[in-house]
């Protein structure tokens, strides 16, 4: 299957740093990319879903000015949790499609806020 | 919305029994349905799909099968080994938004 690369894969930061998440698709470009968050032994909640060139679609609930997701090109996604606190630690997952076809995850980020 | 709802949420099977995990759905409009398989501190991967024109599908020891009338799809796995171990998420696809079931964690018992 298709290619999914997640950097970093654990990151600990301490409250009121921004960190930023990458997400790529080595093998095929991805016309929209989505943004997860999973608490430990739940289910994975869609964050925001990411087409390249345009704004971000945030799921209620989530702060857009918290979260900040940038899809700048086909193959690039980025989010970035600004000024972190310990509530926002949690793992977060991306994932990428071509329009009409298979979903493939990163591996994930697991991010603890000090 | 759609909604899918999966079943059960945890499983433990004896090394070389099958295991089965349910999902129903409620949009007919979903015509793709996916189950991915997640080990801990890793992210999902996809093990097996299927689409709203086949009824079943196999490869190996994984298969999917479903029912579009009755808007319900299930995950067999046969010969279940150790690391077949995980948790297992169903979902389904309409107009590329994709909804996922809550999981199953599956533990097979050497």
């Known amino acids: 299957g298709a290619v999914v690369s997640q950097h970093p894969s654990r990151v600990i930061c301490k409250s009121g740093t921004s960190v930023k998440i990458e997400c790529r698709s080595l093998?095929?470009?991805?016309?929209?990319m989505f943004w997860y968050r999973q608490f430990p032994k739940q289910s994975l909640m869609l964050m925001a879903t990411?087409?390249?060139?345009?704004?971000?679609?945030?799921e209620q609930g989530v702060e857009k000015d918290k979260f900040l997701i940038n899809h700048a090109s086909l193959t690039l996604s980025t989010l970035t949790v600004t000024s972190a606190h310990p509530e926002d630690s949690s793992f977060y997952i991306c994932?990428?499609?071509?329009?009409?076809?298979?979903?493939?995850f990163g591996s994930g980020t697991q991010l603890s806020v000090l | 919305g759609e909604n899918v709802e999966q079943h059960p949420s945890t499983l433990s099977v004896q090394e070389g029994d099958s295991a089965v995990i349910k999902c129903t759905y409620s949009?007919?409009?979903?015509?793709?349905f996916p189950w991915y398989k997640q080990e801990l501190g890793k992210g999902p991967q996809l093990i097996i799909d299927?689409?709203?024109?086949?009824g079943e599908k196999k490869d190996q020891r994984i298969a999917v099968t479903l029912n579009k009338t009755a808007k319900h799809f299930s995950l067999h796995i046969t010969e279940t080994q150790p690391e077949d171990s995980a948790v297992y998420f169903c979902?389904?696809?309409?107009?590329?938004?994709?909804?996922f079931g809550t999981g199953t964690s599956l533990t097979v018992i050497p």
């Open positions: 994932s990428a499609s071509q329009t009409n076809e298979k979903l493939f």
């Open positions: 093998d095929f470009q991805a016309t929209t």
């Open positions: 990411s087409n390249e060139g345009s704004k971000a679609t945030y």
């Open positions: 949009d007919s409009a979903s015509n793709y």
């Open positions: 299927i689409r709203s024109n086949v």
């Open positions: 979902a389904a696809e309409r107009s590329n938004q994709f909804y």
